[in-house]
């Protein structure tokens, strides 16, 4: 029976109606030790008949051990495991240890159990209990928010209950507060009749209506003094397990010390301490432990806290030492019993902590081996050896995503200079630290330093931290810097064979594209355009080069390569980055809708995957997009976003896109004045050296032509006319042609232009501009059958790309040349969310639900939920249907 608690039990059991009713819910309950959280989710479970429940349980001891709470709550549904598509069974079960380890990414694993909690409920509502999830593995919690971030319409409730310590990262809460005054002493004179009302006021009042409090506080013997409530309720346990007979404490002892090694191991280990097993039975009739299942659960937390506290060090240490024999050689607690017994510089427990951390590693247990090594460096005496291991344990912290731990244990670690590789890895660690804190700059500096070091021994390694400093640089808008990093690779002295040319030659190129200008950076770039293999870094490297120059198709080919690998092998860290430069590649070719769809999930894994700094560039698209749209409202909520990312980065690429797409807003609706003065001030700062101070110039030229500040425009039209001749490209002549055409007063100057801005065409958003440009100068010559077709065409492109205000400022024109404006018209993609067109378009093109649900990173069942949604918006009833239909966007 739950005292007091109408309204958190409902607030619970909401979360399993949505279950039941076909959707997905999640909640963490948060609240004090014994405030009842347990007890709420016994109750969740009591009344979850038709469901399937699973359940598990932190455990403070296991946290080093990875997947083993996740271990915990799938035991009861591995065997649906091998309906899973082949990537995720492999990965689910080599973190779990039911196979050999699994390439990709940890977070591959959420998606495994994501997809199998999905298929579970498609039989029956499941329902996932996870109780002090503060004391989750590092591993099992990622997966779980993962999961949880995810669920829509998969039938599956999760219920989190946690203290404080817990991070639930967006997930929604609800706090349990302490009982009522008039409801604890309900409580304490159901629990203790006898009490005097002195004694049960005093109980109330300083329990605060913590529930466990109240059970426990009395069972003490003598009257407590105030103190705070947690040591209170372990004292009033340790009067508990005092009452035990000698060999009832000693079974106490080591089930607390051995919470997840099971009854043999413990039996063993009692006999050879000499304790006999019949200590257990006498804590079992106590209320302190349940024995089920060949394991011992203790009846609260806090009562194991008390009793492994309730003994000596020496006892402690000597029943770790104990446990450590009985388990094999191979086995990660053994390491973690053999730490926990050690009192000073032990090797035989430190190898066998960093042998443990490379089992964690191939299971993708980052936080696991990051613990491990860094317990493994604290027992090692050769300073050479602690730093090699603490070096170890920063890369897995960095890793698994925890950038505090990362610095302290860089921060532990002894001075490297006599290792040149060491001292690489250490600055390598820390420019992440750095370029995440906001600081690139220090970055930069950081990688060019771990270059020097690294430099004599391997050359190449020393060029791709050079690399990956040009590319800080350049997001800085620091040409020095890029310049530097350009030197720095000259000097190197690196040979075709090193596989690094076609980098080198970019960073050369950029470097004298700042300096010199276009006509001497952008052709020399352009090589790097054609590179489809090697690694990803590289290969997102080219496709952000290709940016650079205009060669978007080249872009978009590079980037959904590299996406597409990395979903196929769960290499999902590279993803966020690759929708940077494919969002980037799909907005340049018009693909607006695309562009949307891409960079709103490139969010969503860079939140996954804790890469916060592509967030901004990938919010400055989405802005620019929403400018075009004419969403005032979303365009200056992404575009403040976007400062006040740059406000603590200083990375100048979300800067740029916010700046040019606040400025196309004012353009679109009729501010020229506001756009100029905002492209001009831009151009003052650090967008000068950004790409998009290059491919905002004809806005500039337009909105400065339209308020008479020809100066500007012809500035304007130089730059982009300078970067165009470097381009070679037919859209970007085309867009010079226009410009040219914008400030030219003579008509027959003018029309030449635009017709061969025209004759060359272009990607659809600049194509439109043009016919549009070219429309309304033929009104204004009076030539109005002439403008007539240009608008027309102009309104119709704007339409399907959805720039509804660019398409109205078409058809006003239109109107004012005597012609009935067309009513707006839309492609059918326009009806659709990015997420269900994503999901058609794979439909379409003979996708299984499962096979996209793989892709996405979303379950079979949200798939469905948006098909369903999707179908009567197209007009269709089946998937054949979709394969007819024109999906461009």
Known sequence: MLWGRDDDRAAAGAVLDRARAGHSAVLVIRGDPGIGKSSLLDDAAGGAAGTMVLRCAGVETEAEVPFASLHQLLAPALTSSSQLPDVQAAALRGALGLGPAAGGDQLLVGAAVLTLLAELAEERPVLCLVDDAQWLD??????????????????????FAARDEFAPEGLPEHRLAGLDPETADALLRHIRPDLPPRIRVRLVRDSAGNPLALRELPRGAPPFVPALLPRRIQEAFAARIDRLPPDGRAMLLIAAASPDEGLGV?????ELLGVAPSGLGAAEEAGLVTVAAGRIAFTHPLLRAAAYQQTTFDRRLAVHRTLAQTLPADDDRRAWHLAAAATGPDEEAALALERAAERALGRKGYPAAAAALQRSAELTAAPGERTRRLVAAAVAANDAGQPDLTRRFLASCDPVDDDPVLTARVCELRARLAFDEGSAASAHDLLVAGSAALAPVDRRAAGLLLVDAARNAWQLSDPPRVREAARRLDDLGLRPSDGLDPAVAAVTAAARLLLEGPAAGVPAMRALTSTRTGPPNLRLNAAFVAGLVGDFEAGRAISQGVADESRAEGSIGWLPLAHVTLAASELYLGRFRDAVATATEGLRLAADTGQPNRAGYLEGILAWIAAASGSADRCAELAGRCHDRYAGNHIANGLAWAEWALALLDLGQGRPAEASDRLEAALAGPVRHQIQAVYSAPDQVEAAVRIGAFDRAEAACARFADWAAAARLDWSDAVAHRCHALLEPSWPDANRHFEAAVALGGHPWEAARTHLAFGERLRRERR?????????????????????PWAERARAELRAAGAAAAQPSSSLAATLSPQELQIVRLVAGGLTNREIGAQLFLSPKTISYHLYRAFPKLGVASRTQLARLDLSG
């Not at 413990?266 to 009692?270: M, P």
């Not at 403008?787 to 399907?800: C, G, M, P, S, V």
Request: hydrophobic letters at 55%; glycine letters at 4%.
């Open 138 to 159: 590092g591993s099992s919690a990622q997966a779980l928010r993962f999961v949880a971030r995810r669920l829509q319409a998969e039938s599956v409730a999760m219920l």
């Open 266 to 270: 413990v039996l063993r280990a009692a």
């Open 784 to 804: 109005k059958t002439e403008a007539r077709a240009q608008l027309r065409t102009a309104a119709e492109i704007f339409d399907r790309l959805g720039a509804v």
